[in-house]
């Protein structure tokens, strides 16, 4: 007979000791302080000045697309403030069709210098990203982009497995080297995949631009879309390290949140809508989004297609949709001074019976309000808008 | 060190590296796990030596394989981990070795499996938005951990006090090897749920609940 290592008197006393480590561990792992309720940034430190802004289109185009990739969609912007040389970054998925193996997220520069942008390079695929993560990725897309406060840029981008969108999960990764006069295109690292549902992680997907908050981190919003369909907005440090969740599962049938603050604690959240509801939805929170309610739908028409909502220096809103009588043939855009009441459309995009102009993502950057969207599923367009004082609030 | 660098208490996912690592490690046990199922039982300490060295083999051989796993299965928890040990333990060691208590029952109780059932359920309604609370972000909470703690302590004092049947041991060890690995690395996830549960072991736990809760119930009714 086997002599057994440990005499059977001992055992308790052995389990004992490793519940007693397990409890030390407890103690010595510093308590994380709740990141949810942190307050938002606000885009100006001065009120908002009360004049009522026209808007003129400046400058628009394409932004070029890699050549052997015939198709684009879902762009993102965001702005490299302290960049000496771009001031702008534009994301987006290509390839030769949405969901194919070969769709890649492609890149480019707006260049400060030379107005214009720089040719698109590929910065992440499918493979590089599975590799890193030990897990197959069959297609990848949507990309998100966001600045932390060293200066690195984040992307987090939808990968899925088998079972296509439904089936998504969202990866992160991040700029592993600094741009330097020689080589300014950024190196990207894969971070990992983030942690949203307990169902193999299933179904989780992102489109809108993170919304920045007062330390320097952010709110990514993001969507479920299994079978139901609910918004979850998840929590990053300054220096965009995964810090919390809130999954708002009892929104129904809502998806691609856009969420912008109205002051530090009093959040809103545009959202993309299913049918049979035909007007633009939003969640309000008034203690930074730990708890959020669905307000009275606005007065603007939409279904299933993306938003885009942005907060301006100026402290007004922008707000870009589809209308929905219009399907996705036209994109309009529209201002406002509380977020609730919006102006009449100013039109970014319009073409007939067929076409698309869709998923517009919307970026402050050097005093100018751009614009980039999915136009006609072949290429990304760009437009730069500049804001006119039309008429001084009365004091 | 990546892996050390990334053991950053203060930081709620684990490092790219220990997800890596807790991947091929837990889909290693499981696989060789599967592997001992098939196979006769006619020696176990070397079913488990050649089935670990069979699973490490097609995993090195066939690259594929972890990604496909992991594209579609993702990573199984650490619960599954400390099961698969503790299988392999007691079958290395002979169904005579008991934790500790003084009933010799060792298999684990359909009413344990049940509750696993259970609180699958919840989580998967939880995942597809059915139920009015959010449970799985709860998981990213230090007190569930404190909360395991106590109750697997108070589990096992149990156990010990009123001499239960030995299983009651081995699931809270298991349980607590879990929660104490969770503590130190934060794999897989950085979610604790993702580390007690995940939906493979709940599938089974369905099985074993049938198998050993219902089937036996209605054998034993008509015999």
Same mark, same amino acid.
């Given at each position: 007979?086997r002599?057994?290592?440990? =005499?059977p008197?001992?055992?308790?006393?052995?389990w004992?000791?490793?519940?007693?480590? *397990?409890g030390?561990?407890?103690?010595?792992?510093?308590?994380?302080?709740n990141?949810?309720?942190?307050?938002a940034?606000?885009?100006?430190s001065?009120p908002?000045?009360?004049?009522?802004?026209?808007?003129?289109?400046?400058?628009?185009?394409?932004i070029?697309?890699?050549k052997e990739?015939?198709?684009?969609?879902?762009?993102n912007?965001?702005?490299?403030?302290?960049h000496p040389?771009y001031?702008?970054?534009?994301?987006?998925?290509?390839?030769?069709?949405?969901? +194919?193996?070969? *769709?890649?997220?492609?890149?480019?520069?707006?260049?400060?210098?030379?107005?214009t942008?720089t040719? /698109?390079?590929?910065?992440?695929?499918?493979?590089?990203?599975g590799?890193?993560l030990?897990k197959?990725?069959l297609h990848?897309?949507?990309?998100?982009?966001?600045?932390?406060?060293?200066? +690195?840029?984040?992307?987090f981008?939808v990968?899925?497995?088998?079972g296509?969108w439904?089936?998504a999960r969202?990866?992160? *990764?991040?700029?592993?080297?600094?741009?330097?006069?020689?080589s /300014?295109?950024p190196?990207?690292? *894969?971070?990992g995949?983030l942690?949203?549902?307990w169902?193999w992680?299933?179904s989780?997907?992102v489109?809108?631009? /993170?919304? =920045?908050?007062?330390?320097?981190?952010m709110?990514?919003?993001l969507?479920?879309?299994?079978g139901g369909h609910?918004?979850?907005f998840?929590?990053?440090?300054?220096d965009g390290e995964?810090?919390?969740?809130?999954?708002l599962?009892?929104?129904?049938?809502?998806l691609?949140?856009?969420?912008v603050a109205v002051?530090?604690?009093?959040?809103?959240?545009?959202?993309?809508?299913?049918?049979p509801?035909?007007k633009?939805?939003v969640?309000s929170?008034?203690?930074?989004?730990?708890?959020w309610?669905?307000?009275?739908?606005?007065?603007?028409?939409q279904r299933d297609?993306a938003?885009?909502?942005l907060?301006?220096?100026?402290?007004?809103?922008?707000?870009?949709?589809?209308p929905?009588? +219009?399907?996705?043939?036209?994109?309009?855009?529209?201002?406002?001074q509380?977020?609730l009441?919006?102006?009449? =459309?100013?039109?970014?995009?319009?073409?007939?019976s067929g076409s698309?102009y869709?998923?517009?993502s919307?970026r402050?950057?050097?005093?100018?309000?751009?614009?980039?969207?999915?136009h006609? +599923?072949?290429?990304?367009?760009?437009q730069?808008w500049?804001?006119?004082?039309?008429?001084?609030?009365?004091p | !060190?990546?892996?050390?660098?990334?053991?950053n208490a203060?930081?709620?996912?684990p490092?790219?590296?220990?997800?890596?690592?807790?991947?091929?490690?837990?889909w290693?046990a499981?696989l060789?796990w599967?592997?001992?199922?098939?196979?006769p039982?006619?020696?176990?300490?070397?079913?488990?030596?050649?089935c670990?060295?069979?699973?490490l083999?097609?995993?090195?051989?066939?690259?594929?394989?972890?990604?496909?796993?992991?594209?579609?299965?993702q990573?199984?928890?650490?619960m599954?981990?400390?099961?698969?040990?503790?299988?392999?333990?007691?079958?290395?060691?002979g169904?005579?070795?008991?934790?500790?208590g003084n009933?010799?029952?060792?298999?684990?109780?359909?009413?344990?499996w049940?509750?696993?059932?259970?609180?699958?359920?919840?989580?998967?309604?939880?995942?597809f938005? !059915?139920l009015?609370?959010?449970?799985?972000?709860?998981?990213?909470e230090?007190? !569930?951990?404190?909360?395991?703690?106590?109750?697997?302590?108070?589990?096992?004092?149990?156990?010990?006090?009123?001499?239960?049947?030995?299983?009651?041991a081995?699931a809270?060890?298991c349980?607590l090897?879990a929660t104490?690995l969770?503590?130190?690395?934060?794999?897989?996830?950085?979610?604790v749920?993702?580390a007690w549960?995940d939906?493979g072991l709940?599938?089974?736990?369905?099985?074993?609940?049938i198998?050993?809760?219902?089937?036996?119930r209605?054998?034993?009714?008509h015999?």
């Amino acid at each position: 007979m086997r002599k057994d290592w440990l =005499p059977p008197s001992l055992r308790p006393v052995v389990w004992l000791l490793v519940w007693l480590l *397990v409890g030390v561990a407890l103690l010595i792992r510093p308590q994380q302080i709740n990141p949810i309720g942190r307050p938002a940034a606000l885009p100006s430190s001065s009120p908002p000045s009360g004049a009522v802004n026209t808007w003129v289109l400046e400058a628009q185009g394409m932004i070029g697309q890699p050549k052997e990739a015939p198709a684009a969609h879902a762009s993102n912007l965001v702005a490299l403030p302290d960049h000496p040389s771009y001031s702008l970054a534009a994301f987006w998925f290509a390839g030769s069709k949405e969901a +194919r193996p070969d *769709v890649r997220i492609a890149m480019s520069l707006w260049s400060r210098q030379q107005q214009t942008w720089t040719p /698109p390079v590929w910065v992440v695929d499918r493979h590089t990203v599975g590799a890193a993560l030990g897990k197959g990725i069959l297609h990848i897309g949507n990309p998100v982009a966001w600045l932390d406060r060293q200066q +690195r840029l984040h992307l987090f981008v939808v990968g899925t497995g088998l079972g296509g969108w439904a089936a998504a999960r969202v990866l992160h *990764v991040r700029q592993s080297t600094a741009a330097t006069a020689n080589s /300014p295109l950024p190196a990207f690292e *894969v971070v990992g995949q983030l942690p949203l549902g307990w169902f193999w992680n299933l179904s989780h997907l992102v489109r809108h631009s /993170p919304m =920045p908050l007062a330390d320097g981190g952010m709110v990514l919003p993001l969507h479920f879309e299994l079978g139901g369909h609910y918004p979850l907005f998840a929590w990053f440090s300054p220096d965009g390290e995964f810090q919390g969740l809130r999954r708002l599962t009892h929104i129904h049938q809502a998806l691609q949140p856009a969420p912008v603050a109205v002051d530090g604690n009093h959040w809103l959240a545009y959202l993309r809508t299913l049918g049979p509801r035909d007007k633009l939805q939003v969640l309000s929170s008034t203690d930074a989004g730990q708890h959020w309610q669905l307000q009275p739908e606005l007065a603007l028409s939409q279904r299933d297609s993306a938003v885009a909502s942005l907060r301006l220096p100026s402290g007004e809103w922008m707000l870009a949709r589809n209308p929905l009588e +219009r399907v996705r043939t036209q994109l309009v855009m529209h201002h406002s001074q509380d977020g609730l009441n919006w102006s009449p =459309p100013l039109m970014l995009a319009e073409g007939g019976s067929g076409s698309e102009y869709s998923y517009p993502s919307l970026r402050w950057s050097d005093d100018r309000l751009w614009v980039s969207y999915t136009h006609l +599923r072949q290429g990304i367009a760009w437009q730069r808008w500049r804001a006119v004082p039309l008429v001084k609030a009365s004091p | !060190m990546n892996i050390l660098h990334g053991l950053n208490a203060s930081l709620l996912l684990p490092p790219l590296a220990l997800q890596q690592l807790f991947h091929a490690v837990i889909w290693l046990a499981v696989l060789s796990w599967l592997g001992v199922q098939c196979l006769p039982s006619y020696d176990r300490r070397w079913r488990w030596v050649m089935c670990s060295a069979a699973a490490l083999l097609v995993l090195l051989v066939w690259q594929s394989v972890l990604p496909a796993l992991g594209m579609v299965f993702q990573t199984p928890s650490l619960m599954t981990l400390c099961a698969c040990l503790a299988v392999a333990w007691s079958d290395i060691k002979g169904p005579s070795v008991r934790l500790f208590g003084n009933h010799n029952h060792t298999r684990l109780s359909p009413w344990l499996w049940f509750a696993v059932v259970l609180i699958g359920w919840c989580l998967l309604l939880d995942a597809f938005g !059915m139920l009015p609370w959010d449970i799985y972000s709860l998981g990213f909470e230090h007190r !569930m951990l404190w909360l395991a703690w106590w109750l697997s302590g108070l589990w096992i004092t149990t156990a010990y006090v009123l001499s239960l049947h030995d299983w009651h041991a081995k699931a809270a060890t298991c349980w607590l090897l879990a929660t104490g690995l969770f503590v130190a690395t934060h794999a897989p996830s950085g979610n604790v749920w993702d580390a007690w549960l995940d939906p493979g072991l709940w599938l089974f736990a369905h099985y074993q609940w049938i198998k050993y809760g219902l089937l036996q119930r209605t054998r034993s009714n008509h015999s």
